[in-house]
T-cell receptor, first 109, second 114 residues
Framework: QQPVQSPQAVILREGEDAVINCSSSKALYSVHWYRQKHGEAPVFLMILLKGGEQKGHEKISASFNEKKQQSSLYLTASQLSYSGTYFCGTLQGAQKLVFGQGTRLTINP | NAGVTQTPKFQVLKTGQSMTLQCAQDMNHNSMYWYRQDPGMGLRLIYYSASEGTTDKGEVPNGYNVSRLNKREFSLRLESAAPSQTSVYFC?????????????FGPGTRLTVT
């Protein structure tokens, strides 16, 4: 079952912050985050494992709350290069990664 | 290293035609995947191969077949293309060990079925 992301789209000015949420109706053991720039392939950002540990990548960090079955991606002081579509993914089986529908992030100067 | 390569980059088919999308990786990864991406639907897993010699269905396998030719190559075949299969197709691979969860994606194949 596909995780649900919110919001579907965000428009920011450079320097502003954003939060992207990912929730699942199934128990989660890990959440994977990817970013896809327009016309390109998705690129791995980070994985969040059971335990609530925050991870970071550049000024992008994330949290994972397995009790609430959700993860949030935090983009701080956004840069133009952060524009793209962000996907969360959850494992259903050892290898089967199921992605959310994506959140399109637009950063304007 | 080229990473994950896909051919062709673009393809137009008529309804009922068949074709094979090719994927190869040079990272010695065990696992390989095929996804399709449609607007507003995110990435949906078609088939995957956890190791050479094995393949398993993903979320949307109907209308597709796959072959894990060897450790490097994983092909996707459309036997009788339909307009509903118009999409961008991505191949991905992942390895073993500490970073086995990280999937590396190829550049994609844009397929149009008329």
């Amino acid at each position: 079952q596909q995780p649900v992301q919110s919001p579907q789209a965000v428009i920011l000015r450079e320097g502003e912050d954003a939060v992207i949420n990912c929730s699942s109706s199934k128990a989660l053991y890990s959440v994977h985050w990817y970013r896809q720039k327009h016309g390109e392939a998705p690129v791995f950002l980070m994985i969040l494992l059971k335990g609530g540990e925050q991870k970071g990548h550049e000024k992008i960090s994330a949290s994972f709350n397995e009790k609430k079955q959700q993860s949030s991606l935090y983009l701080t002081a956004s840069q133009l290069s952060y524009s793209g579509t962000y996907f969360c993914g959850t494992l259903q089986g050892a290898q089967k990664l199921v992605f959310g529908q994506g959140t399109r992030l637009t950063i304007n100067p | 290293n080229a990473g994950v390569t896909q051919t062709p980059k673009f393809q137009v088919l008529k309804t009922g035609q068949s074709m094979t999308l090719q994927c190869a990786q040079d990272m010695n990864h065990n696992s390989m995947y095929w996804y399709r991406q449609d607007p507003g639907m995110g990435l949906r897993l078609i088939y995957y191969s956890a190791s050479e010699g094995t393949t398993d269905k993903g979320e949307v396998p109907n209308g597709y077949n796959v072959s894990r030719l060897n450790k490097r190559e994983f092909s996707l075949r459309l036997e009788s293309a339909a307009p509903s299969q118009t999409s961008v197709y991505f191949c991905a691979s992942s390895g073993l060990g500490a970073r086995s969860y990280e999937q590396y994606f190829g550049p994609g194949t844009r397929l149009t079925v008329t």
